[in-house]
């Protein structure tokens, strides 16, 4: 099948399964006259690594699942602790997140929102904490 049709089936667009070719995690067949030919077993990668990404997962971290998924002699534990490692990385994402949330809010609340110039949150953006904007 076709790059239009791959990515219809995968979800992707021809430009990341150009990407993923480009960086390896795709080697589709060419004809003779240069075009992409794109198998089942392609498409089955190309989703594969749809729904990697879509769990979080760098495009290198990507290449490590597939590369463990297509090893049938394969340790689970050595996807467990890849997926262990991102659940770690997605928790201090949560956190930083949240400290972020905390401090907007805080900063938002003791902004007056009206006609006055002085803003505790562009003060605070400029490292100028009680000054006046």
Do not use: W
């Not at 997605?90 to 929102?113: F, R």
């Amino acid at each position: 099948m076709n790059i239009g049709n791959a990515a219809e089936k995968s979800g992707l667009t021809t430009k990341t399964i150009r990407y993923y070719e480009d960086i390896g995690l795709v080697t589709p067949a060419r004809s003779d006259n240069g075009y992409r030919s794109y198998s089942e077993e392609d498409v089955h990668c190309l989703n594969f690594l749809q729904r990697s990404r879509s769990l979080g997962f760098t495009v290198e971290e990507c290449r490590a699942l597939l590369s463990l998924y297509k090893d049938r002699h394969r340790s689970s534990s050595e996807v467990k602790s890849l997926a262990l490692r991102k659940i770690d990385h997605i928790e201090h994402k949560i956190s930083e997140l949240t400290a972020m949330k905390n401090m907007l809010s805080d900063l938002a609340q003791k902004c007056h929102g009206d006609d006055r110039p002085d803003c505790p949150i562009l003060n605070n953006i400029a490292g100028v904490e009680g000054q006046k904007s």
